[in-house]
């Protein structure tokens, strides 16, 4: 690789990495990034994954303020996406995305609306016997294994599960998705790094580029006035699910 090309995926994952943190639509700016770098589609989405880690580690480090206090909580929604990363994974190694890509539009389309007004899916919500509820931890689960398996605007999805469920700001939801997102494509990509056609060379810089924007991403969003940041990433969502429902269906 040129320096030219390295220096460029490192801006791409500055750029993907805040675009992660606070709008939760990283592969929207990644995945077609590497797909122009000439990687194959299968090869662009596992590299895309495995690079992703380093946003997640960036954010944690970012939104400690946030995450101040939620060790358990953290823990205790995290152990369920990860396991959801990981079967997402294994779908994705042995059956093709075609089926994702037709139902991810309408997935993201509602997540999206979700966040504008956020239903309550228990009547408990913001407790913690709500967060421990079955309802909840399948919607997890599930959201999980989307983000393991095709992962375009599945933070929007999990931002709009927590955001049913946790009675706090906006900004301490988005940390905590960032974190028990990033477990579920942790996980993923650890399978990936062994079984998928991850290109290495790729990896290390657009790592880094996600590692500095995972970092700075929740400062910005710790500066969007009240509801906003919900507000923004419904509206990134829904123009994401017409231009991937326009993309399945043509």
Known sequence: ???????????????????????????????????????????????????????????????????AGQGRRVLRLGWVTALGGATGALLLLLTPSQTFEVIAPWLIAAASLMLIRPPRLVALAGSPEAERGWAVRAALFAVAIYIGYFGAAGGILMFAVLAAVLDQTPVKVNAVKNVVSALANAVAAIGFAIFGPVDWSVVAPLAAG?????????????????????????????????????????
Do not use: H
Not at 238 to 248: K, P, R
């Open 1 to 67: 690789m040129t320096v030219a090309e390295v220096l460029g995926l490192a801006a791409v994952g500055v750029l993907a990495g805040v675009v992660s943190t606070v709008v939760s639509l990283a592969s929207v700016v990644s995945y077609p990034a590497l797909l122009a770098f000439g990687l194959s589609p299968l090869s662009a989405n596992v590299t895309n994954t495995v690079a992703l880690m380093f946003t997640g580690l960036g954010a944690a480090a970012g939104s400690r303020p946030e995450l």
């Open 210 to 250: 996600f590692l500095v924007g995972g970092w700075s991403g929740p400062a910005i969003a710790r500066r969007l006035p009240g509801q906003s940041l919900r507000i923004v990433a419904a509206v990134c969502g829904l123009l994401v699910a017409i231009a991937l429902g326009v993309d399945a269906y043509k």
